[in-house]
Nanobody, 122 residues
Framework: VQLQASGGGLVQSGGSLRLSCVVS????????MSWYRRAPGREREMAAE???????NYADSVKGRFTISRDNSQNTMYLHMHSLTPEDTAVYYC?????????????????WGQGTLVTVSS
C-alpha cells in the first residue's frame, strides 16, 4: 500500500491550496483517513480526519478554514485549505487506515504518505 500526497507549495497569506492523497496497492477496504501536519520546531498534529462514511473532525486551529473530503471510488482524499496564515506552514502528511487481504487473513493497519510542504508567506 502506498500513499502519495501532492498539492503543496508556496502561497501568500490569505490564499488557498488543495492537497490530494491517493492510496494505491492491494486495498481491500479504505477506512478512516487523516491529514496531519508538522510545523517547524513543533510536534506533528492531526489537522483533519474523515471516516469512510464521512463526518469529519478538525483541529481547532483549522476549523472553519479547512475542509477534508474523500472519493472512495478513487481511493483519494483531499484537503481544501482557505484563509491560510503563516502558522499553517508545515509538512502535511496523509494517513490512512487500510484493510488488506494478506493471504487468507484480513489485516488492518495505518499507512503514511511522504508529506507535502505547504509554505505560507506573510
Amino acid at each position: 500500500v502506498q500513499l502519495q500526497a501532492s498539492g503543496g507549495g508556496l502561497v501568500q497569506s490569505g490564499g488557498s491550496l488543495r492537497l490530494s492523497c491517493v492510496v494505491s496497492g492491494s486495498i481491500f477496504k479504505l477506512n478512516a483517513m487523516s491529514w496531519y501536519r508538522r510545523a517547524p520546531g513543533r510536534e506533528r498534529e492531526m489537522a483533519a480526519e474523515i471516516p469512510r462514511g464521512g463526518g469529519a473532525n478538525y483541529a481547532d486551529s483549522v476549523k472553519g478554514r479547512f475542509t477534508i473530503s474523500r472519493d472512495n471510488s478513487q481511493n483519494t482524499m483531499y484537503l481544501h485549505m482557505h484563509s491560510l496564515t503563516p502558522e499553517d506552514t508545515a509538512v502535511y502528511y496523509c494517513n490512512a487506515d487500510v484493510t488488506v487481504l494478506d493471504g487468507v487473513l484480513y489485516t488492518t493497519q495505518y499507512y503514511w504518505g511522504q508529506g507535502t510542504l505547504v509554505t505560507v508567506s506573510s
